[in-house]
């Protein structure tokens, strides 16, 4: 039996890959992105909190408050009104204070006509914070 020795001449197939050149790209390109990256973030206008306290002066004041009972009898913070009445003293806060807010709330048996004389005078003075509060 005759064992034959065989030579590889020219080139052979490479069996594995050479990664070093795509390693080299990348850490290139990483370089490029890290280098660039903060000049393109460097036009943010950033507001910093200062170190004040802010004014006290403004405290919010509470909502008026409109009741409507079920007989039609209209309370403005706790003082009955009519609602030519309603309306002066609406006119009247809105003047101090342009942005107050109004609470109605009516009873379950009201007449529905009351209600809307309300809403439509709240509508008449531009009133526009309004809630309705439910039971």
């Known amino acids: ?16 890959l050479n990664i070093t050149p795509l390693l080299d790209l990348v850490f290139v390109l990483l370089v ?9 973030v460097n036009n943010l206008e950033i507001s910093l909190p200062s170190g004040k306290k802010p004014p006290v002066d403004h405290k919010p004041k509470p909502p ?3 009741n409507v009972s079920a ?10 009104v009519t609602v030519p009445q309603l309306k002066d003293r609406l006119a009247q ?23 809307v004389n309300v809403m439509d005078t709240l509508r ?12």
Request: net charge negative; aromatic share 4%.
């Open 124 to 135: 008449q003075l531009d009133i526009t914070k309004m809630g309705l509060a439910t039971e």
């Open 64 to 66: 008026s408050r409109i």
């Open 32 to 40: 490029i992105f890290i280098i660039t990256t903060p000049q393109l």
């Open 1 to 16: 039996m005759s064992l034959k020795k065989t030579t590889k001449r020219g080139h052979g197939t490479m069996n594995e």
């Open 71 to 80: 007989a039609g009898q209209i309370t403005l913070n706790d003082e009955v």
């Open 93 to 115: 806060l809105k003047s101090d204070n342009p942005d107050f807010g109004v609470v109605v709330k009516g009873a379950d048996e009201v007449d529905y006509q009351v209600m």
